[in-house]
Protein backbone atom coordinates (compact mmCIF):
# COMPACT_ATOMS: atom_id res chain seq x y z
CA UNK A 1 0.00 0.00 0.00
CA UNK A 2 1.96 3.38 -0.89
CA UNK A 3 0.25 6.78 0.31
CA UNK A 4 -0.58 9.15 -1.98
CA UNK A 5 -0.88 12.56 -2.43
CA UNK A 6 -2.69 15.19 -4.51
CA UNK A 7 -1.56 18.86 -5.20
CA UNK A 8 -4.72 20.39 -7.18
CA UNK A 9 -7.25 18.51 -5.66
CA UNK A 10 -10.43 20.30 -6.13
CA UNK A 11 -9.73 21.00 -10.08
CA UNK A 12 -11.91 19.12 -12.55
CA UNK A 13 -8.04 16.46 -12.81
CA UNK A 14 -7.85 16.32 -9.16
CA UNK A 15 -11.51 15.60 -8.88
CA UNK A 16 -11.08 12.37 -10.68
CA UNK A 17 -7.72 11.79 -9.68
CA UNK A 18 -9.52 11.12 -6.10
CA UNK A 19 -12.38 9.40 -7.86
CA UNK A 20 -10.23 6.88 -9.51
CA UNK A 21 -7.81 6.35 -6.64
CA UNK A 22 -10.29 5.62 -3.72
CA UNK A 23 -11.31 2.44 -5.56
CA UNK A 24 -7.95 1.43 -5.84
CA UNK A 25 -6.73 -1.33 -3.65
CA UNK A 26 -2.98 -0.34 -3.36
CA UNK A 27 -2.84 2.72 -3.26
CA UNK A 28 -4.08 5.28 -0.08
CA UNK A 29 -4.99 9.00 -0.43
CA UNK A 30 -3.29 10.49 2.55
CA UNK A 31 -2.98 14.01 1.61
CA UNK A 32 -5.16 16.83 -0.63
CA UNK A 33 -3.84 20.07 -1.39
CA UNK A 34 -5.68 22.91 -3.32
CA UNK A 35 -4.00 26.60 -4.46
CA UNK A 36 -6.89 28.04 -3.53
CA UNK A 37 -9.36 27.05 -1.06
CA UNK A 38 -9.21 27.13 2.60
CA UNK A 39 -9.34 24.32 4.55
CA UNK A 40 -12.60 22.34 4.52
CA UNK A 41 -13.34 18.68 4.25
CA UNK A 42 -13.16 17.63 0.91
CA UNK A 43 -16.41 16.16 0.38
CA UNK A 44 -17.88 19.59 1.16
CA UNK A 45 -16.08 21.28 -1.58
CA UNK A 46 -17.40 17.98 -3.71
CA UNK A 47 -20.24 16.63 -2.57
CA UNK A 48 -19.72 13.51 -4.60
CA UNK A 49 -17.13 12.33 -2.06
CA UNK A 50 -19.36 12.58 1.35
CA UNK A 51 -18.86 8.69 2.56
CA UNK A 52 -16.37 8.16 0.25
CA UNK A 53 -13.28 10.18 1.74
CA UNK A 54 -13.11 12.46 4.77
CA UNK A 55 -9.92 14.23 4.29
CA UNK A 56 -9.53 17.77 5.21
CA UNK A 57 -8.19 19.62 1.38
CA UNK A 58 -5.82 22.41 2.60
CA UNK A 59 -3.70 25.19 0.96
CA UNK A 60 -0.56 23.77 -0.19
CA UNK A 61 1.84 22.90 1.65
CA UNK A 62 5.03 21.41 0.60
CA UNK A 63 6.16 19.98 3.94
CA UNK A 64 3.36 18.34 4.31
CA UNK A 65 3.17 16.69 1.49
CA UNK A 66 6.51 15.29 1.59
CA UNK A 67 5.66 14.18 5.12
CA UNK A 68 2.62 12.63 4.64
CA UNK A 69 3.62 11.14 0.89
CA UNK A 70 5.36 8.10 -0.95
CA UNK A 71 4.00 9.54 -4.35
CA UNK A 72 2.25 12.70 -5.51
CA UNK A 73 0.41 13.39 -8.39
CA UNK A 74 0.74 17.38 -9.33
CA UNK A 75 -2.63 18.60 -10.88
CA UNK A 76 -1.53 22.16 -10.75
CA UNK A 77 -1.81 25.30 -13.29
CA UNK A 78 1.64 25.25 -15.55
CA UNK A 79 4.13 26.62 -14.44
CA UNK A 80 3.72 26.29 -11.05
CA UNK A 81 5.11 22.23 -10.49
CA UNK A 82 8.62 23.42 -11.56
CA UNK A 83 8.75 25.14 -8.20
CA UNK A 84 8.49 22.63 -5.68
CA UNK A 85 9.07 19.43 -7.98
CA UNK A 86 12.67 19.74 -7.24
CA UNK A 87 12.42 19.37 -3.43
CA UNK A 88 9.81 16.15 -4.01
CA UNK A 89 12.62 14.41 -5.93
CA UNK A 90 15.21 15.61 -2.91
CA UNK A 91 12.70 13.98 -0.62
CA UNK A 92 12.99 10.65 -2.75
CA UNK A 93 9.33 11.15 -3.73
CA UNK A 94 7.51 9.83 -7.01
CA UNK A 95 5.93 12.27 -8.82
CA UNK A 96 3.49 12.65 -11.79
CA UNK A 97 3.45 16.16 -13.49
CA UNK A 98 -0.17 17.24 -15.36
CA UNK A 99 0.83 20.20 -16.13
CA UNK A 100 2.90 20.93 -19.20
CA UNK A 101 6.29 22.18 -16.95
CA UNK A 102 8.22 18.99 -18.17
CA UNK A 103 6.81 17.80 -21.65
CA UNK A 104 9.06 20.16 -23.75
CA UNK A 105 12.37 18.63 -23.76
CA UNK A 106 13.81 22.11 -25.69
CA UNK A 107 13.69 24.86 -23.49
CA UNK A 108 13.00 27.33 -26.24
CA UNK A 109 9.81 26.00 -27.23
CA UNK A 110 8.26 25.15 -23.84
CA UNK A 111 9.01 29.43 -23.02
CA UNK A 112 7.82 30.40 -26.13
CA UNK A 113 4.21 28.53 -26.24
CA UNK A 114 4.21 28.61 -22.25
CA UNK A 115 5.54 32.27 -21.89
CA UNK A 116 7.25 30.95 -19.28
CA UNK A 117 10.92 30.80 -18.07
CA UNK A 118 12.00 26.92 -17.44
CA UNK A 119 13.69 26.74 -14.11
CA UNK A 120 13.99 23.32 -13.67
CA UNK A 121 16.25 22.40 -16.28
CA UNK A 122 18.40 19.37 -14.30
CA UNK A 123 15.07 17.82 -13.62
CA UNK A 124 13.64 18.28 -17.30
CA UNK A 125 16.24 15.93 -18.87
CA UNK A 126 15.14 13.15 -16.61
CA UNK A 127 11.20 13.53 -16.89
CA UNK A 128 9.99 10.67 -18.78
CA UNK A 129 6.84 11.61 -21.44
CA UNK A 130 4.51 9.49 -19.59
CA UNK A 131 2.50 7.73 -22.56
CA UNK A 132 2.23 4.02 -21.96
CA UNK A 133 2.07 2.98 -25.31
CA UNK A 134 5.60 4.03 -26.47
CA UNK A 135 7.37 4.30 -23.17
CA UNK A 136 6.54 1.96 -20.66
CA UNK A 137 9.85 0.85 -20.15
CA UNK A 138 11.41 3.96 -19.09
CA UNK A 139 8.19 4.75 -16.62
CA UNK A 140 8.26 2.08 -15.24
CA UNK A 141 12.43 3.23 -13.39
CA UNK A 142 11.03 6.82 -13.32
CA UNK A 143 10.69 8.88 -10.52
CA UNK A 144 9.25 12.05 -12.36
CA UNK A 145 6.66 11.37 -15.03
CA UNK A 146 5.46 13.97 -17.19
CA UNK A 147 1.91 13.12 -17.99
CA UNK A 148 0.84 14.19 -21.40
CA UNK A 149 -1.95 16.60 -22.78
CA UNK A 150 -5.34 15.43 -23.61
CA UNK A 151 -5.27 16.62 -27.39
CA UNK A 152 -1.47 15.23 -27.86
CA UNK A 153 -2.33 11.95 -26.36
CA UNK A 154 -5.12 11.57 -28.88
CA UNK A 155 -2.95 12.48 -31.69
CA UNK A 156 0.23 11.00 -31.10
CA UNK A 157 -1.77 7.40 -30.17
CA UNK A 158 -3.65 7.85 -33.28
CA UNK A 159 -0.16 8.75 -35.63
CA UNK A 160 2.30 6.59 -34.48
CA UNK A 161 2.38 3.78 -36.61
CA UNK A 162 2.23 6.06 -39.74
CA UNK A 163 5.15 8.37 -38.23
CA UNK A 164 7.12 5.25 -37.41
CA UNK A 165 7.04 3.41 -40.39
CA UNK A 166 6.48 6.34 -42.67
CA UNK A 167 3.55 5.49 -44.34
CA UNK A 168 2.43 8.52 -45.64
CA UNK A 169 3.43 12.37 -46.37
CA UNK A 170 4.29 13.41 -42.83
CA UNK A 171 4.94 16.89 -43.77
CA UNK A 172 1.06 17.00 -44.72
CA UNK A 173 -0.60 16.26 -41.27
CA UNK A 174 -3.84 18.24 -40.24
CA UNK A 175 -5.27 17.14 -37.08
CA UNK A 176 -9.02 19.08 -36.37
CA UNK A 177 -9.54 18.80 -33.01
CA UNK A 178 -12.72 19.08 -30.50
CA UNK A 179 -12.50 19.02 -26.74
CA UNK A 180 -15.24 19.37 -23.93
CA UNK A 181 -15.03 22.51 -21.99
CA UNK A 182 -13.88 20.75 -19.10
CA UNK A 183 -10.46 20.62 -21.09
CA UNK A 184 -9.74 24.06 -20.29
CA UNK A 185 -9.94 23.42 -16.31
CA UNK A 186 -11.68 25.39 -13.54
CA UNK A 187 -11.12 28.46 -14.42
CA UNK A 188 -13.61 31.77 -14.47
CA UNK A 189 -13.20 33.68 -17.82
CA UNK A 190 -16.00 34.90 -20.12
CA UNK A 191 -15.76 32.19 -23.13
CA UNK A 192 -16.62 28.98 -20.83
CA UNK A 193 -19.91 30.46 -19.50
CA UNK A 194 -22.81 28.68 -20.20
CA UNK A 195 -24.13 31.14 -22.42
CA UNK A 196 -21.63 31.51 -24.68
CA UNK A 197 -20.61 27.45 -24.64
CA UNK A 198 -23.96 26.44 -24.68
CA UNK A 199 -25.47 25.88 -28.40
CA UNK A 200 -22.23 27.14 -29.59
CA UNK A 201 -19.16 26.09 -31.32
CA UNK A 202 -15.34 28.24 -31.90
CA UNK A 203 -12.22 27.25 -33.04
CA UNK A 204 -9.67 28.39 -30.74
CA UNK A 205 -5.26 29.08 -30.30
CA UNK A 206 -5.43 28.42 -33.81
CA UNK A 207 -2.24 26.65 -34.56
CA UNK A 208 -0.31 28.03 -31.60
CA UNK A 209 -1.87 25.42 -29.15
CA UNK A 210 0.40 24.39 -26.55
CA UNK A 211 0.07 20.89 -27.22
CA UNK A 212 1.77 21.23 -30.52
CA UNK A 213 5.00 21.08 -29.81
CA UNK A 214 4.37 17.60 -27.50
CA UNK A 215 3.19 16.77 -31.32
CA UNK A 216 5.44 17.63 -32.83
CA UNK A 217 8.20 16.05 -30.21
CA UNK A 218 7.09 12.65 -30.50
CA UNK A 219 6.00 12.33 -33.81
CA UNK A 220 9.71 13.63 -35.16
CA UNK A 221 11.26 11.31 -32.70
CA UNK A 222 8.99 8.52 -34.32
CA UNK A 223 9.58 9.58 -37.88
CA UNK A 224 13.46 10.51 -37.07
CA UNK A 225 13.29 14.13 -38.77
CA UNK A 226 11.03 17.58 -38.26
CA UNK A 227 7.84 17.32 -38.25
CA UNK A 228 5.61 20.35 -37.82
CA UNK A 229 1.64 19.54 -37.72
CA UNK A 230 -1.09 21.84 -38.52
CA UNK A 231 -3.44 21.56 -35.44
CA UNK A 232 -6.42 23.74 -34.98
CA UNK A 233 -8.47 23.03 -31.56
CA UNK A 234 -12.13 23.78 -31.07
CA UNK A 235 -14.34 24.08 -28.17
CA UNK A 236 -17.66 21.48 -28.24
CA UNK A 237 -20.41 22.75 -25.95
CA UNK A 238 -19.71 19.06 -23.89
CA UNK A 239 -18.75 18.53 -20.54
CA UNK A 240 -16.10 16.55 -21.22
CA UNK A 241 -14.34 14.06 -24.42
CA UNK A 242 -11.91 14.84 -27.55
CA UNK A 243 -12.43 13.42 -30.93
CA UNK A 244 -9.78 14.41 -33.56
CA UNK A 245 -10.00 13.82 -37.09
CA UNK A 246 -6.57 13.68 -38.63
CA UNK A 247 -6.06 13.95 -42.66
CA UNK A 248 -2.54 13.24 -44.01
CA UNK A 249 -1.90 12.96 -47.67
CA UNK A 250 -0.48 9.88 -48.85
CA UNK A 251 3.38 9.35 -50.62
CA UNK A 252 2.33 10.00 -54.43
CA UNK A 253 3.28 6.42 -55.06
CA UNK A 254 1.78 4.70 -52.23
CA UNK A 255 -1.13 2.13 -53.39
CA UNK A 256 -4.40 1.51 -51.75
CA UNK A 257 -4.13 -0.83 -48.69
CA UNK A 258 -6.37 0.24 -46.13
CA UNK A 259 -6.61 -3.51 -45.03
CA UNK A 260 -3.11 -3.10 -44.37
CA UNK A 261 -3.34 -0.28 -42.78
CA UNK A 262 -5.86 -1.36 -40.08
CA UNK A 263 -3.97 -4.83 -39.58
CA UNK A 264 -0.63 -2.52 -38.77
CA UNK A 265 -2.67 -0.88 -36.44
CA UNK A 266 -4.31 -3.50 -34.49
CA UNK A 267 -0.73 -5.37 -35.02
CA UNK A 268 0.97 -2.52 -33.32
CA UNK A 269 -1.32 -1.83 -30.33
CA UNK A 270 -2.14 -5.81 -29.98
CA UNK A 271 -1.15 -5.49 -26.39
CA UNK A 272 -1.72 -2.10 -25.21
CA UNK A 273 -5.25 -2.90 -22.76
CA UNK A 274 -6.18 0.74 -23.50
CA UNK A 275 -6.16 1.36 -27.09
CA UNK A 276 -9.01 -0.08 -29.84
CA UNK A 277 -8.69 -0.26 -33.02
CA UNK A 278 -12.51 0.14 -34.62
CA UNK A 279 -13.75 -2.33 -37.63
CA UNK A 280 -13.32 -0.93 -41.41
CA UNK A 281 -16.15 1.19 -41.70
CA UNK A 282 -16.50 2.11 -37.82
CA UNK A 283 -15.74 5.49 -36.28
CA UNK A 284 -14.99 6.38 -32.69
CA UNK A 285 -17.68 8.58 -30.88
CA UNK A 286 -17.21 10.31 -27.63
CA UNK A 287 -19.80 8.86 -26.11
CA UNK A 288 -18.09 5.41 -26.30
CA UNK A 289 -15.01 6.69 -24.49
CA UNK A 290 -16.34 8.84 -22.00
CA UNK A 291 -15.83 8.24 -18.23
CA UNK A 292 -13.25 5.59 -19.78
CA UNK A 293 -9.32 5.17 -20.15
CA UNK A 294 -9.82 4.32 -23.82
CA UNK A 295 -8.37 5.66 -26.90
CA UNK A 296 -10.56 4.98 -29.95
CA UNK A 297 -9.13 4.82 -33.31
CA UNK A 298 -10.80 4.29 -36.62
CA UNK A 299 -9.68 4.51 -40.24
CA UNK A 300 -10.52 5.82 -43.71
CA UNK A 301 -8.28 5.32 -46.60
CA UNK A 302 -8.78 7.48 -50.01
CA UNK A 303 -6.83 7.15 -53.29
CA UNK A 304 -4.90 10.16 -52.21
CA UNK A 305 -4.97 10.44 -48.56
CA UNK A 306 -5.83 8.51 -45.09
CA UNK A 307 -8.27 10.03 -42.35
CA UNK A 308 -7.63 8.82 -39.13
CA UNK A 309 -10.25 9.68 -36.34
CA UNK A 310 -9.46 9.42 -32.37
CA UNK A 311 -11.52 9.80 -29.15
CA UNK A 312 -10.82 9.98 -25.67
CA UNK A 313 -11.84 11.14 -22.75
CA UNK A 314 -9.92 14.35 -22.08
CA UNK A 315 -10.10 13.71 -17.58
CA UNK A 316 -9.10 10.41 -17.89
CA UNK A 317 -6.94 8.95 -20.56
CA UNK A 318 -6.15 12.44 -21.47
CA UNK A 319 -5.25 13.18 -18.04
CA UNK A 320 -6.41 11.73 -14.69
CA UNK A 321 -6.49 8.05 -15.74
CA UNK A 322 -3.38 7.94 -17.96
CA UNK A 323 -1.75 9.05 -14.65
CA UNK A 324 -2.70 6.67 -12.73
CA UNK A 325 -2.14 4.39 -15.40
CA UNK A 326 1.54 5.60 -14.89
CA UNK A 327 1.49 5.23 -11.66
CA UNK A 328 0.48 1.53 -11.56
CA UNK A 329 3.16 1.20 -14.07
CA UNK A 330 5.98 3.29 -11.89
CA UNK A 331 4.84 0.95 -8.56
CA UNK A 332 4.51 -2.72 -10.49
CA UNK A 333 0.98 -2.80 -10.10
CA UNK A 334 -1.31 -4.61 -12.45
CA UNK A 335 -1.25 -1.78 -15.05
CA UNK A 336 -5.25 -1.98 -15.51
CA UNK A 337 -6.14 -1.60 -11.66
CA UNK A 338 -8.50 0.96 -10.96
CA UNK A 339 -9.45 1.48 -14.71
CA UNK A 340 -11.44 -1.18 -15.75
Do not use: W
Not at 75 to 81: C, E, G, K, N, W
Amino acid sequence: MINVGIAGATGYTGQELISLLTRHPMARISALFSTTEEPKPIAELIPEFKNRIDLICTKLNLQALISKCDFIFLALPHTVSMGITPKLLQAKKKVIDLSGDYRIKDIKVYERFYCHKQSDKINLKKAVYGLPELYRAGIKKADLVANPGCYSTAAILALTPIAAFDLADLDSIVIDAKSGVSGAGKKATAELLFCEVNENFMAYKINIHQHIPEINQELSKLAGKKLNVTFVPHLLPLNRGILETIYIKKHPKAKNNGLKLLKLYRKFYKKEPFVRILDEGKFPRIKDVAYTNFCDIGIKEEPDKIIIIAAIDNLLKGAAGQAVQNMNIMCGFPEETALG
